[in-house]
Every structure is written in C-alpha cells, then in structure tokens.
C-alpha cells in the first residue's frame, strides 16, 4: 500500500503562484511514475503533470511553461510549481502514484486551488 498527502492549495489571484507537494509513505519502492490530475466542478478529471522514475516530464499543453513537477527522493515527495495561474486552473488536484506491478493507482485526498480574477 501507498499513502499520498498533499498540501499546498488555498486561494490566489490570476497571475500569482502555488506550490502543491505529495508526499508518499508506505511502499514507495513499488512506484514507478507519479503525477498530479486535476478536476473542476463538472467536468472529468484530467492529466496535469507526470514525472517518471527517470526524472522524465509531460505536461498538459495547458500548462505547458507555467507549471514545473518535481521530485525529491530523499523526501519521497513531488512538488508542482504553479506559477502564471488563471481562473480556469481552478479545481481540485489530485496527486497519483502508478504501481507497475500488480497494476494499482494510488490517490492522494486532493487540495483546492482556486484561482480569482
């Protein structure tokens, strides 16, 4: 099992930054890739940064040079860096850690970033 916690939302005006962090306990040897998804009221949840075990980055094209995901290993924890933000990154974020092995998806409780204009 894995435990993901986030920390790091609140309430922001456009323009102004964030930093989310995850931090993982449990069997964090078994993960792989982790990420960070999105979700607004009414709409489907949504790819908003991976980091792979490699240190490898994708981004959503919405965010694409706005947003920056880390990694800390010593701290078994992953940062996203929101800088730019707009009132349409409003959501809940959620963090996720990818189990190869059995196939299993962790999810973190999520934190609200909301965005004022």
């Known amino acids: 099992q894995v435990q993901l916690v986030e920390s790091g939302g609140g309430l922001v005006q456009a323009g102004g930054s964030l930093r989310l962090s995850c931090a993982a306990s449990?069997?964090?040897?078994?993960?792989?890739?982790m990420g960070w998804y999105r979700q607004a009221p009414g709409k489907q949840r949504e790819l908003v940064a991976i980091?792979?075990?490699?240190?490898?980055?994708t981004y959503a094209d919405s965010v694409k040079g706005r947003f920056t995901i880390s990694k800390d290993n010593a701290k078994n924890t992953v940062y996203l860096q929101m800088n730019s933000l707009k009132p349409k990154d409003t959501a809940v974020y959620y963090c996720?850690?990818?189990?190869?092995?059995?196939?299993?998806?962790?999810w973190g409780q999520g934190t609200q970033v909301t965005v004022s204009s």
């Open positions: 980091i792979t075990s490699g240190g490898t980055t």
């Open positions: 449990g069997n964090i040897f078994s993960i792989n890739d």
């Open positions: 996720n850690a990818v189990q190869p092995s059995p196939p299993t998806d962790y």
